[in-house]
């Protein structure tokens, strides 16, 4: 064993040399041969993939017997310098993954291609333990977890990448550029195996974290990706492979004529005079792009027509054919001189293209001279990216597009990835967004309005013509309909989609976000693959009309209704959508007015879109959108905070911190809140403005210092400016009216109703119990809220404000009751709880002494020894929202991934009741409360999961003493 300064290599009694170096504070770089020799650079850092470290990140090494433990700032590696094997760790020291067994290296397997060198580590899986990334394996689920997946190119593999991530906080990056293969839990469930030919094993260990954390790391071992130029968010139009002059301008005179949004045209590689092989010039199809060399460049070229209407022009490049390519830096770079005059002429950006089917796209044969198979073509594109890029950004200072159908690890960093259509297209976005790839899309499917709904969220959006006929206008006028409208959404939402996007180049975060990324500790969450999180507050299912919301309040964006979650619900996709679409409550969106394409009007002025929700910050970020300016900090984020309490809402915006070329000097916002009550003042920097009927639906500007509700949207509109060099932030306040018909600032719904459904007292009554059995303060206090808003609403008289109050109090000493408590022991021990136990006559006061007995009650619960744990809440959540269906303890704890024998012992240890008992007193109840609110039996018996009317009606009378009917009003 010796240490160097940066690294430990032991040799083991076999004769295998490992090197350990830890090139970052969480994460290690492993090589081990059988020579001692470790050429550098190693394969992704010659690629220009991974960069040396600029400074060691060793803190330590110790030694206990045959193990040596090597230290990091955030982790530590353990090996046993006898067999090889490793252990990795948080510096905690909470295990994070091991080996199972002594690593293979350059032992010999016989092939069809001969005996070659080959290497295996085998890693141990935890039971529960989920892995994502792989890249667009879209035919498996995004967790990988039993399944084999081969790093190579395939017919249905376009984008492999040797980059996963676990849920048990670490993720492994193979350092190659060849073929390999991961079995992912698939040969044997408990341990995950990666084998390859070669005679070096390398691979990057990174240490901690959940998987969005570990992508962050990634990203800093790899280096950020590039950030695409802001029109190519927008909407790219690839023309028919045979397509001339005159019918690209007419796609583009289409677009415009019909006042559709877009901004790219592309072509196929057959503009060209002759096949474009990387060794001489090309020009202009003579015949289908003439150009007359006297007159090359302006406004009178097709190049120029296509400005005039604010179209970008890309070009198609054929990927270089595979005999005997070496894709690697040393390769002859000076072929972008061949494109220095298109690019002059206008072009702005370049799409990869493959001469032959992908699956046929494999590794070159051995080198003749004995040295070795030639270098994989794995990085071709990568290698081709980052000429492309380079060469422009010299020519030009600009970004270009750089879209290719096949890529590698490190592909983000120059090119975005593009594919034809998929069955199951998003499963291909998403794994890339899990592998490192941000900028993902697939082939939009217009012909479906389900393909459309999919095809504009995505993290960019690209209709294909190819050799087919694919312009929206060729569309039925429903489908045309629709797409226009999904068209017109996707560019007022650019400013949301380009900020999401400077977190994803910075964080590895990308636009479109995993369930599994976005809600870790959701076990419902994490096994869903048609659904995900577009930036921080849309939640896009796709191809699906069963929608999971996670824990808090969620808008139909397409009707404007809200939802309580957790909850499942089978959503009925209106007419004039292709999907279901949902917007977190307390979402932040910047947008655009209408365009046609960016940069049309001068983004001065942006509407902001508000819905209120608890507190929440978003950071708005921006640049110039065509530099890399962005890459040496010229960029600005502007801060907004929002905060709802029951007294009203508020939002600061802040100056922009930071700047950039061109960046305006005022910014006017153009205020819309989301919400479904006129509010009784608004104030701005602590002046009150005054209400101005008749524009809030309209889009004339409004009177200066004034607002407006717009009934019909249930939305308040204002317009305010703020200047950059603005000292403290812009504060809007909305106070809510204190007339009682106007106290409700929500709709919520369970899945068992239909949709929309206003909730009924004696439900929230129940939601109440449940958060006080479980300990769940933000469930009960929030249904407390709105059943206090229902009760004052019929009367906020003084006698009735006691009387509500009373009732509530009963509803405590029940709860107090089934703990084997009383409210008198609870108020002993907090005095704030004893001083607070008169009946106010005010409202506010009341509600105030209410949701502070609720806190103080839960505080007390939760210092009692057995209080219910965190199994047992996730089960009530279970059972309270899904009670129209059949529950049985076995499916429920199966959805925990729990034992039903423990399961139930620690039911009726918590909550008093046996799970079938508990289950039964809550359908009871809902059907109880239904009745009598007026539903049918047969409702009733269908909202609690009867399938048979009289089945449900003998239940019904053994429960409650009398048949359902009788207890109808």
């Not at 028919?240 to 005159?246: H, S």
């Not at 400013?495 to 976000?513: C, D, E, F, K, N």
């Not at 423990?902 to 109880?928: C, H, N, Q, T």
Request: charged share 25%.
């Amino acid at each position: 064993m010796s240490i160097a300064a940066t690294s430990v290599i032991v040799h083991t009694p076999d004769g295998l040399y490992i090197r350990i170096e830890p090139v970052a504070p969480h994460t290690f770089h492993i090589r081990a041969n059988r020579t001692g020799t470790f050429r550098e650079p190693a394969p992704l850092a010659r690629l220009g993939i991974v960069a040396t470290p600029a400074s060691p990140a060793l803190r330590e090494t110790e030694e206990a017997g045959d193990d040596l433990r090597v230290v990091t700032e955030t982790a530590a590696l353990r090996i046993n310098r006898l067999s090889g094997e490793m252990s990795l760790s948080g510096i905690d020291g909470k295990p994070l993954t091991r080996f199972t067994r002594p690593p293979l290296v350059g032992g010999q397997t016989s092939g069809p291609d001969g005996v070659r060198d080959r290497f295996e580590v085998q890693f141990a899986l935890a039971k529960e333990e989920r892995l994502y990334g792989l890249g667009d394996h879209y035919e498996t689920p995004l967790m990988k977890r039993g399944y084999r997946v081969d790093i190579r190119l395939l017919g249905r593999v376009h984008a492999p990448v040797p980059l996963l991530l676990s849920s048990e906080g670490w993720a492994l990056l193979m350092d190659t550029d060849r073929e390999h293969a991961f079995d992912v839990g698939c040969s044997e469930p408990d341990r995950m195996s990666v084998c390859g030919s070669g005679d070096e094993l390398a691979f990057y260990w990174i240490a901690g974290g959940n998987l969005a954390e570990l992508l962050e790391k990634y990203t800093l071992l790899t280096g950020p990706s590039a950030l695409l130029p802001i029109w190519a968010y927008g909407l790219t139009f690839n023309c028919n492979q045979q397509a001339t002059a005159r019918d690209m301008i007419e796609d583009a005179l289409k677009f415009r004529r019909e006042g559709i949004p877009c901004d790219m045209i592309g072509l196929e590689p057959t503009w060209m005079d002759r096949s474009f092989d990387y060794d001489a010039p090309v020009d202009w199809h003579p015949d289908r792009f003439y150009i007359p060399q006297w007159m090359p460049e302006g406004a009178h070229t097709f190049m120029g027509v296509l400005r005039t209407m604010g179209f970008k022009l890309t070009l198609g490049l054929y990927l270089r054919d595979q005999e005997g390519t070496a894709a690697h830096p040393d390769a002859d770079l000076q072929w972008y001189d061949y494109l220095k005059p298109f690019v002059t002429q206008g072009v702005q950006g370049f799409n990869l293209c493959t001469r032959r089917p992908v699956q046929e796209q494999v590794s070159t044969a051995d080198s003749p001279d004995g040295a070795g198979p030639d270098r994989s073509i794995l990085p071709q594109s990568t290698v081709l990216g980052r000429v492309i890029q380079e060469g422009f950004a010299a020519q030009t200072g600009r970004r270009p597009l750089i879209c290719t159908p096949v890529g590698y690890t490190g592909i983000q960093k120059y090119a975005a990835i593009w594919s034809g259509g998929r069955p199951k297209s998003h499963l291909s976005v998403l794994s890339l967004g899990l592998s490192g790839i941000p900028h993902m899309a697939a082939d939009m499917n217009l012909h479906t309005a389900a393909g459309i709904h999919c095809g504009f969220f995505q993290p960019w959006s690209k209709v294909n013509s190819w050799a087919y006929w694919r312009h929206p206008l060729l569309l039925d006028s429903g489908l045309l309909r629709l797409f226009k409208m999904y068209a017109k959404l996707r560019y007022r939402l650019l400013p949301y989609i380009y900020s999401a996007a400077h977190v994803a180049v910075r964080t590895g975060l990308p636009i479109a976000r995993a369930m599994p990324l976005a809600y870790p500790d959701d076990p419902q969450a994490v096994v869903l693959d048609n659904q995900y999180m577009f930036g921080d507050d849309f939640l896009v299912a796709v191809f699906t009309e069963q929608v999971y919301l996670p824990a808090g309040e969620w808008i139909d964006y397409w009707s404007g209704k809200a939802y309580s979650g957790p909850a499942e619900i089978a959503y009925r996709t209106p007419e004039q959508a292709g999907g279901p679409l949902f917007v977190r409550a307390g979402a932040i969106v910047p947008m655009w007015p209408d365009m046609q394409y960016a940069g049309q009007q001068p983004a001065v002025r942006l509407e902001l879109h508000l819905y209120p929700g608890g507190s929440r910050e978003y950071a708005f970020n921006e640049d110039d959108g065509a530099t890399f300016g962005y890459r040496s900090g010229e960029w600005a984020t502007t801060r907004i905070a929002c905060q709802e309490d029951r007294r009203g809402f508020s939002v600061e915006i802040a100056a922009p911190a930071g700047s950039y070329t061109g960046m305006p000097e005022n910014r006017t916002w153009d205020i819309v809140i989301h919400c479904n009550d006129k509010p009784a003042a608004v104030k701005v920097d602590g002046e009150d403005w005054r209400e101005s009927a008749g524009w809030a639906g309209s889009r004339k500007d409004p009177p200066p210092s004034s607002w407006s509700y717009h009934r019909k949207t249930g939305t308040i509109r204002l317009i305010v400016q703020v200047d950059a060099g603005r000292l403290s932030p812009a504060r809007i306040e909305v106070n809510r009216s204190g007339k009682a018909e106007t106290r409700h600032t929500s709709v919520r719904s369970q899945p068992s109703r239909p949709s929309g459904t206003m909730r009924t007292a004696g439900e929230l009554e129940k939601d109440i119990e449940v958060g006080l059995e479980t300990g769940n303060a933000a469930k009960a206090l929030s249904a407390l809220e709105d059943w206090w808003n229902i009760r004052i609403a019929r009367s906020d008289a003084a006698e009735d404000v006691r009387e509500h109050w009373l009732a509530m109090n009963g509803l405590f000493v029940r709860a107090a009751e089934r703990k084997g408590r009383t409210l008198h022991e609870i108020a002993e021990e907090d005095p704030r709880f004893g001083s607070s136990r008169q009946p106010p006559d005010n409202a506010e006061e009341a509600y105030a002494s209410l949701a502070q007995a609720v806190s103080l009650i839960i505080e007390s619960n939760n210092r009692q020894p057995g209080k219910t744990n965190e199994i047992v809440r996730q089960a009530t959540d279970i059972i309270r929202s899904e009670l129209d269906r059949e529950l049985s303890l076995h499916a429920v704890a199966d959805r925990l991934h729990l034992n039903s024998s423990y399961l139930s012992r620690r039911f009726k240890r918590e909550i008093g009741l046996s799970f079938s008992d508990y289950v039964l007193e809550k359908k009871m109840e809902l059907a109880k409360e239904l009745l009598l609110a007026g539903s049918t039996v047969s409702a009733a018996a269908e909202h609690t999961g009867f399938k048979d009317t009289s089945y449900f009606i003998r239940v019904f009378r053994k429960y409650w003493g009398v048949r359902p009917g009788e207890m109808k009003p």
